[in-house]
């Protein structure tokens, strides 16, 4: 006989320890892609995650003998948060395994809350397969991260939430998928209701188990998954919630890692908020749902979409990361390959192309004596900004390769310009400081005199109130009072580094 989820939801036994979370309008991100979009705050739970209602309702459910005996269960992280919180709120033994690979800070949350945690495998799945072979050994309950009704239905008690905030019109949910209990319980519910609501799954290119067996027509096996959105890195999906999905799902969108980065910088501009990558994912899938229907000429204005902000346990390591990848994901940084001739004036010749514009990277090295070789990112407000720079600087004379696209250029190469040169000979090596402000850069190369050959140039905005500029000068000795008076009236701090030993090995 089928599961009547709509029953097991309305009478989910999940508020003894979750709260309902607001739904609450992104009004920065709404301007932006012309329809309200909504965030249903699943990381102001208590264990920063919707887990818990799934935990708990499930745990909920078993009988005095198994919770005397205990809980097990499989767990990137926040189902173990919500196991180990619920088996303090029953008085239960919870063993909690964790692939290696989980971010710190959800394994210290799970051992703060009581947990016993075991650390095994690289993904879900190899956690998932050490945990059944605990529960039999030791006689526990299994506590299934998304493949059980009882946790399903928990989670689906987050669509009645959206329903019962929102009476108005809603064009379509979007909820992250990792096994597949949120959008399932979600699912369930919204359909048996409002049918009319659109539900898309979200998932990352790189973990995309569950579109790939839609599309099969039964569940696939990856061989791998990425792991930057820890939270969904899973290999096989759950059998009912598989089934559930084909059902009442209309449609499974996958975004990158880049776009994932720009949906957290997104929601902390709205909310002050920072989720864990598959806590924005959701958010992701909206943004890529909205410009694909504008794209197609279909622009869907003012239609009200709903996103799943459903995680925030972020590893604090990881914002760096982020914060590089963010503007990637929005099209608001541009990334060039140029080549200059190599005589005295072209460099700032180049930089005055670049005009106004906020520049993100600069790095150059001396390398060849007839062609210099500079790699320059800068922020743009529209994705097709980054052609016409590319064509401004060919109609100036300047050989362009946009790398606007490149992952390879965007994630490795940039940090690897320079190096030594046999070109760079009686060279001095200095490091500045400036305020940084738009022009601050152009002012600084306005400054140093057309005849001291710039050989070596780096430069990369940190965010902060203050630029770094790494130079490579070489300054004839003739020069060299007008070179001490210049770092003398310039205005700026600055350091000799010629002699630091890091500069001989490598530069």
Known sequence: ??????????????????????LELAPSLSQRMANPIYFK??????????????????????????IKRGVICASAGNHAQGVALSAAKLGCRAVIVMPTTTPQVKVDAVRARGGEVVLFGDSFTDAYDHAVKLEKKEKLTFVHPFDDPDVIAGQGTIGMEILRQHAGPIHAIFVAIGGGGLVAGIAAFVKAVRPEIRIIGVQTTDSDAMARSIKAGRRVTLA??????????????????????????????????AAVCSAIKDVFQDTRSILEPAGALSIAGAKAYIERAQLSKKPLINQTMVTIACGANMNFDRLRFVAEMA????????????????????????????????VTEFNYRISDASQAHVFVGMQIAHHDDAGKIARNFEKHGFTTLDLTNDELAKMHIRHLVGGKSALAQDE??????????????MRFLDSMAPNWNISLFHYRSQGGDVGRILVGLQVPKKEMKAFRAFLATLGYRFWDESKNPLYKLFL
């Open 428 to 441: 001095l090596l200095y490091r500045f400081e400036f305020p940084e402000r738009p022009g601050a850069l």
């Open 224 to 257: 791998d998954v990425g792991l930057f959105s820890d939270g969904t890195a899973v290999k096989l999906v759950g059998e009912e919630t598989f089934r559930l999905t084909k059902l009442y799902v209309d449609e499974i969108i996958l975004v990158d890692t």
């Open 1 to 22: 006989m089928p599961t009547n989820y709509l029953q097991k939801i309305l009478t989910s036994r999940v508020y003894d320890v979750a709260i309902e979370t607001p």
């Open 327 to 358: 503007d990637s994901g929005t099209a608001r940084e541009a990334v060039f390959a140029v080549t200059l001739p190599e005589e005295r004036g072209s460099f700032k010749r180049f930089c005055e192309q670049i005009g106004p514009r906020n």
């Open 41 to 66: 705050r699943e990381d102001m739970q208590s264990v920063f995650s919707f887990k818990l209602r799934g935990a708990y309702n499930k745990m909920a459910h078993l009988s005095p003998a198994q």
